[in-house]
């Protein structure tokens, strides 16, 4: 059984950064790609970043861009995002996933972290 734990969550004002980490427990995978997504309350969950590991291609949305940063290691089944200058808009609930099975989907999701912007 796989298992992503993210961790890095919490509350911060505006312009402050944070840095989550997902992290796999039990056994280990490998996967094509890892992301981190979000989900705002009345909101839709959204691709916020994400990495595949072959050619180490980043994507980030547009709202992140300039501000987020994803990186990690493969072999470790570990990703974390960077975010600076974060902003009211960014709060929500952040989750990590990996896609173990296909690149064009993510198979494995973690319990979600939440962050908190304070204006």
């Known amino acids: 059984q796989v298992q992503l734990v993210e961790s890095g969550g919490g509350l911060v004002q505006a312009g402050g950064s944070l840095r989550l980490s997902c992290a796999a427990a039990g056994r280990t995978f490998s996967s094509y790609k890892m992301g981190w997504f979000r989900q705002a309350p009345g909101k839709e969950r959204e691709l916020v970043a994400r990495?595949?590991?072959?050619?180490?291609?980043?994507y980030y949305a547009d709202s992140v861009k300039g501000r987020f940063t994803i990186s990690g290691d493969n072999a470790k089944n570990m990703v974390d995002l960077e975010m600076n200058s974060l902003k009211p808009e960014d709060t929500a609930v952040y989750y990590c996933a990996a896609a173990t099975l296909s690149i064009r989907s993510y198979d494995y999701w973690g319990q979600g972290t939440q962050v908190n912007v304070s204006s």
């Open positions: 990495i595949i590991w072959s050619g180490r291609a980043t």
